[in-house]
């Protein structure tokens, strides 16, 4: 798919939020005068403690690469609670943004960075990791300059919108020794930890079937999820892929083959270019399935297993708070956490140790692959085999 360059997707979808790229140069090129190299006030006496953990080990720098809903409401309120990183830098082509984040989050001036400069983020070592927050067409792009400048990189999901762009943001990062984990945080958060332990481990006995829904009236205030070419699709790439991720990790299996059949269309104007929802179902090896559908004009939230033994449920089981989960032995003891900063701590840890990344690009890819075999199946109506995908992982672990 061929991939929409920034200056592009300010004409077309951006304008109100990235249209004063030239006065944002001026406003944020970086100075590099770096905080841990100056002595002296109160206010880098401050900053220079924050930077650092309880323990005195320094905490990992992220800058958030786009400042939009997500980056604002969920990832910059939860590095205010991570321990083993920090919000070090932004990257926005909107000035009154950069100003604002500025002064909330006391964000030096030489760590504000916008996309015409954004290369220059290797020279500063207040930031080890970038966090690419952007429409998913530029997924790829920003994570590979990423990696290029000397960063390890966190993706938000979907990793791509091609699967031949996951493996250059994998071969980017293999290149450049930094390591790159995609944004699931459902990995990391315990009422799903809980469904892949008892489903993996067969509490239950053998999962015969896995229910998996996940639906949101989407509205037009990110315009740019319905366009094809910035968004790769639909609610499939963007809330479907956690129904995917969900019978994946509940199994612990990838399918090996897929069908799929779109929604009827209700809004032609707003759906002219991505689907309005879709049913897919996923065969896996051992003959069980899960019956997955997601949609941007309803809402449902449910990840269900039937096994030979009873069923266990979440429902919600993918929204960023108030999960809950069911067996059918009564409910599950399970808390609810801040799913973002457990997420980041996890991340950072990997990179700090050189451990290995629970959600790999690997993983990411993977799923790629399988969305793109479900837009096959939906569009062909037949079944789409997808056993190249066990095939390209065969080294990988899968959940």
Not at 216 to 240: C, H, I, M, S
């Amino acid at each position: 798919m061929k991939q929409k360059g920034l200056y592009d997707l300010d004409r077309r979808m951006y304008r109100r939020t990235f249209m004063h790229y030239a006065g944002a140069s001026a406003l944020m090129l970086p100075a590099f005068s770096m905080l841990s190299g100056c002595g002296g006030s109160d206010k880098q006496s401050t900053e220079k403690t924050e930077a650092v953990d309880a323990s005195g080990e320094r905490k990992l720098g992220i800058a958030l690469v786009g400042l939009g809903k997500y980056s604002e409401g969920e990832l910059a309120p939860a590095l205010e609670e991570t321990k083993l990183c920090r919000l070090a830098g932004i990257v926005t082509g909107t000035p009154e943004k950069a100003e604002k984040w500025k002064k909330k989050y006391n964000i030096p001036a030489e760590n504000i960075y916008n996309y015409q400069n954004f290369d220059q983020i290797r020279d500063n070592p207040e930031i080890d990791i970038v966090y690419v927050v952007l429409p998913n067409s530029m997924h790829a792009e920003y994570t590979i300059r990423a990696a290029q400048a000397g960063k390890h990189v966190i993706c938000e999901k979907p990793m791509a919108t091609s699967a031949a762009d996951c493996q250059k943001m994998i071969d980017a990062c293999n290149k450049a020794g930094k390591k790159l984990a995609i944004g699931y945080r459902l990995h990391f958060e315990p009422h799903n930890l809980e469904m892949m332990r008892l489903g993996q481990q067969l509490e239950y006995g053998k999962v015969k079937r896995i229910l998996a829904q996940n639906g949101q009236k989407e509205g037009n205030d990110t315009p740019w999820r319905f366009d094809k070419e910035l968004a790769g699709g639909g609610p499939l790439p963007d809330v479907g892929i956690y129904c995917l991720q969900g019978a994946i990790y509940t199994k612990g299996q990838i399918p090996v083959s897929v069908t799929a059949q779109y929604h009827p269309v209700t809004d032609k104007d707003k759906f002219k270019e991505v689907e309005e929802g879709i049913d897919f179902q996923l065969q896996f090896e051992d003959g069980s399935v899960a019956e997955c559908k997601t949609s941007y004009n309803d809402q449902y939230n449910l990840l269900r297993a039937e096994a030979d033994k009873g069923w266990f449920e979440l429902q919600p089981a993918y929204q960023y708070g108030g999960l809950k989960g069911k067996t059918s032995q009564g409910d599950m003891k399970v808390e609810n956490i801040n799913q973002q900063a457990r997420q980041m701590d996890a991340m950072a840890d990997s990179f700090m140790n050189n451990t290995e990344i629970k959600v790999t690009g690997e993983m990411g890819m993977r799923d790629v692959q399988l969305i793109e075999a479900i837009y096959q199946a939906a569009d062909t109506g037949k079944k789409v085999s997808t056993t190249h995908v066990q095939k390209a992982l065969n080294h990988y672990k899968t959940a």
